[in-house]
């Protein structure tokens, strides 16, 4: 049989993050002592009494269809939330629950950009960005950042790049891979940029309570009414509450962006997960004591990590300053990413993410949400790697 395959499901790469994961998982299954810097989630486990309103739903019965968009109750929560922690006021109706924040940038990009529209992303990118844009019919233009700038766009970089066809700038700060914060003034900059250049910033926060150093998290959203309008804000609940398998995201956007957006949902997932929205509304209303404690450790594991890759041969290496990524620059080892990772996970059971999946050829990212333990040993087996990679060179 001759399946023919559609041009937009054949032009899409697939996730290396998920590969690579899957592969680090196969090889431990195999008895193999594996160590994987390359999941995207928490290693803590989601708070107890967020558990216990999914089960208790579940319990009571409520199992069935909900709204597309979500439960009034928690529509409500997130706009109180909003409020409470950016200042941003959000009617519920502005508010869509999905399922998952990947969903939610997929949903924004479906119902704002069609064909031969331009959509910017600043590289290094999470990598479904672009391959959202195709799958939009549109087209992604990549512009380029580096560790020298640590890896933020500038207003100039912006402007150059903006033409009559440009629709959408996606906006990630706290970024994934890198780490990255924009302070204020730089995000309120490439803001005032938007908004005199009427383009529509979808601006992905979901890293906003994991932050480092002092550094300060402000929705673009919320500097001027003319902001907030051209701004859909993207969050979820994966990575604060670790609810990564609950597949749950939501957004915030000017009320014709979301009913365009309703629409797109209703006729694709329907309603995220019943039961799984009441623990949702525990996550935003309950108790928050978990945050500071994990943050702790992420520090603790972040300041190792990175001192521990500075003093790597042939490694560089930015602080983050967000999220639980550091971007390693590799360049001196003399190998780009896939091959460097290929071989590192071959020689040295070490599994990390090539840069290349990100936009990035030079670097490789590592995630810290694993153990100390984790961490020391797969610096170490890093450490060997590059050691003998230089010798040989």
Not at 133 to 144: C, E, H, R, S, T
Not at 158 to 178: D, E
Not at 374 to 383: A, T
Request: a positive charge; glycine letters at 6%.
């Amino acid at each position: 049989m001759n399946y023919r395959i559609s041009q937009r499901a054949a032009s899409l790469s697939p996730s290396l993050t998920l590969a690579i994961d899957a592969k680090a998982k196969q090889m431990k299954a195999e008895g193999l002592d594996v160590v994987g810097f390359g999941a995207g989630e928490p290693d803590f486990d989601t708070p107890q009494h967020i558990k216990d309103a999914a089960v208790k739903a579940l319990a009571d019965g409520f199992t069935k269809y909900t709204p597309s968009s979500g439960i009034p109750e928690l529509r409500q929560a997130i706009a109180d939330k909003f409020k409470r922690e950016n200042g941003l006021t959000y009617k519920p109706s502005q508010v869509i629950v999905s399922c998952g924040g990947k969903h939610s940038c997929y949903n924004v990009i479906l119902a704002t950009c069609q064909e031969a529209d331009e959509v910017i992303i600043p590289a290094p990118y999470w990598l479904s960005y672009p391959e959202m844009v195709k799958l939009a019919g549109a087209k992604p233009l990549i512009l380029q950042t580096t560790d020298k700038t640590e890896f933020k766009l500038t207003p100039d970089q912006l402007r150059v790049a903006i033409t009559p066809r440009t629709r959408l700038l996606i906006f990630n700060s706290p970024s994934n891979p890198t780490g990255s914060v924009y302070t204020p003034e730089e995000i309120k900059a490439i803001g005032d940029l938007c908004v005199e250049k009427g383009v529509l910033i979808m601006s992905d926060e979901i890293y906003e309570h994991l932050l480092y150093d002092g550094a300060k998290h402000k929705s673009v959203a919320s500097f001027s009414q003319a902001h907030y309008d051209h701004t859909i804000v993207v969050h979820g609940f994966a990575k604060a509450w670790s609810m990564t398998g609950w597949r749950l995201g939501f957004l915030a956007a000017p009320e014709p962006i979301a009913k365009a957006i309703d629409a797109v949902q209703s006729h694709s997932t329907s309603n995220p997960t019943s039961f799984a929205q009441k623990g949702a509304v525990a996550a935003l209303t309950g108790p928050q004591d978990h945050l500071p404690q994990w943050l702790a450790e992420y520090d603790k594991r972040r300041s190792y990590a990175w001192k521990k890759l500075n003093s790597i041969p042939g490694i560089s290496c930015v602080n983050s300053k967000g999220a639980f990524y550091l971007f390693p620059n590799i360049s001196k080892t003399g190998l780009k990413s896939t091959d460097f990772c290929a071989k590192l996970l071959e020689q040295e059971k070490v599994a990390a993410v090539p840069g290349i999946a990100f936009g990035a050829d030079d670097y490789i990212r590592l995630s810290y949400a694993t153990s100390m333990a984790n961490i020391e040993k797969g610096l170490d087996r890093l450490e060997r790697f590059c050691k003998n990679l230089l010798k040989k060179s």
